[in-house]
């Protein structure tokens, strides 16, 4: 210890004396360090860290499957829900939730909140244990009796003023007294942005046994102790079986039935796990790049100091020794640099999530914790000895004689040469790797921003208004009060147009199956595609300029007390309707009843993207908004004014028609386009920046070899150009130097390029993994700033003045 510390005491009285050198190597160290620490409290918050949970790992989410019609992983209905809690074998507890919104009143403005409506089994399923106060009772699930609410943390801080007397309170929420009954610990919100929960109480009509259909639930599941995923699946599968044997006219064959079991961390975080993996291993070649550029600079350094080394091993000083000192300087500059590092990760922390928006899930648990700063440590301290290991090693072989003839020179030797060779050609190597892969997320995400969504996104704001079941539970009252809002809203001065919609365009989905008027289904034949369904009033289409292809819109006479009407996608209309014409036939929606209307399709429109920019146009059936009658609705609103002086006049007449009803999660599409899209620009900007800062370290390093070698060849240049080399000459070989290098890591970066091309393939959109415009384009890019690198230094070589160059020799 005691040598460790002179070391380092002798180390900072190294540095302090070349303050350059260390700010450079500091800085450098700093921006690969901070890097990775900010980039892994990213991985560690969404990947690493255990979900907020009792047991996480015995947690799964259920889905239902209809294979043979394309439908995955769907909601649950009430009644197989229940099933699943009494026939499962392998589980030890079902819940079941839906989430919704709810307007909390007597205050002076209405307040919309994010609820969810669940079983009273949902929090010891999770294991979470409420704060303060009790969890729902099993009563509580009734009609009647599940006035009671439970506060999530946040709100119970931020609403309330986490008064300890809210317990016993009443709240108004949609219009109904809720008594509080609990408030949960801080940091379990599920899903995420819960502001409350209420007992889920299902009426009569979802329990009827012709509401199998009707799925809207999710239902997360407990494995038994001892009990993995892969065994739970094998149960399911036989009660999905037993499914099929008791009601075979909902679970026919040939609809491919099956139940999914999927961990609750997979379901949560699966989807962005390779890209994050992806970022990482992207920045970790940033660092490897940082310490090839100090390692080069503590080779130079070495070589200056051959005089000083020499006369330390004259004294007695073992190579052991010398190489102990030498690491100790790296450590220092290490743990320097990994200091500055930490404070730049919780900056670009904050960035990152600012960057991603609401895109990654678990965003709320990324922070700055105990794990992160012992990953910085540990980072800094390995990273010290990498880029300090061979410049001690070569520093360390001290040649007396030949140290005492060349001090004055500082030469560093052919070895210490080829070294600084290799680690620029490692430079240049893993920065095309990385440019390679920025220039393919780069086109990937080009090509993604360049499809058709089928609707023009731009002069759009949308906004959500949601009505309480308990004052608008009359199918006539919700439709008199919509359309009397939309014809409000379209008196609004700068409207050009506006529409409902039961759902947005790239903001969910909603599956339903159908009959066709006059068609029975043969058993044999395979099954009609499911199709997207959505609720619009009239001028939905308008305003977002989905273009009609044959027939009609919706319009207003399209009322609750008209002939049903439907209006369909191209896609549904082809599969539907093949070699027909689909306008004037009828359909039926499945799980209604027998009683349910038939809807005819009045027109056909152009297909629109649903699920995602990336994802092919689904088949939509548009009905009409009023016929149906949902409880809230998108306001989709054209204008041609700003949308904050928009956004008053709408508030303003919600009011006038209900003064309790808030206008809430506003937003213009295109806001909700570039949300669609935000993990892949994520990703995108990102690995540019990462790839950016590596062609800077690049080419930093080749400039710093090439004006270290013209000054130790000062001499040598001088007598070439005494001895009638020209100018040009002279530059010809040193960037002839500089471009051997480059060419030789452009070739090795274009070897691991190949072969890490397959990990991309999956995260790429309208581009192959092997483009090779990605890679050509990258290639001639990383020479021409190496061209440029190498050419300034060599210039000043060339300018070499041979008679004064011999007389200082």
Known sequence: MD???????????????????????????????????????VVNGVLLRPMPFAEPERLVRLFGNFHGMGLERISVSVLEYRDYREVTRTLESVAAYIQTDMTLTGQDVPERLRAVASSASLLSTLGVVPMMGRTFSEEEETQGRNRVVLLTHRLWRGRFGASPEILGKTLTLDGEPFTVVGVLPSGFEYPAQTDLYVPFAPTPDMVDPGARGRRFLNVVARVKPGVFVEAAQRDMDRVAALFAETHPERYPQRVGWAISVVSMEEQTVGGVRST??????????????????????????????????SIRAALGAGRGRLVTQFLTESLVLSLAGGALGLLLAMWGMDALLALVGDGLPRAAEVRLDGRVVLFTGTLSVLTGLLFGLAPALQASRADLHGAMREGARGTGGRASGRMRSVLVVSQVALALVLLVGAGLFLRSFLALQGEDAGFEPRGVLTARVSLPQERYGEPSKRAAVMQEFLTRVRSVPGVESAGLASLLPLTGRSDWSFDVEGRVQDPSDPPRPAVEYRAVSSGYHKALRIPLLRGRMLEDSDGFDAPHAVVFSEAAARITFPGEEAVGKRIRLRGQGPDAPWATVVGVVKDTKEWGLDQPARPVAYFSLTQRNPMGAYLVVRTRQGAGALLASLQAELRVVDRNLPLY???PMEAVVDGSVSQRRFSMLLLGLFAGVAVVLASLGIYGVIAYTVTQRTRELGIRMALGARQADVLGLMVGQGMRMTLLGVGLGLVLALGLGRLLSALLFGVKAHDPVTFAGVAVLLAGVALVASWLPARRAAKVDPALTLRSE
């Open 3 to 41: 040598h460790f510390l002179q070391d380092a005491r002798y180390a900072l009285r190294v540095l302090r004396k070349s303050p350059g050198f260390a700010l450079a190597a500091i800085l450098a160290l700093a921006l690969g360090i901070g890097a990775n620490s900010a980039v892994f409290s």
């Open 276 to 309: 994050l993996w992806v970022l990482l291993a992207a920045v970790g070649c940033v660092l490897l790049i940082a310490c090839t550029n100090v390692a080069n600079l503590l080779l130079a350094r070495a070589a200056a100091r051959g005089r000083e080394i």
């Open 665 to 667: 999660d506003v937003a």
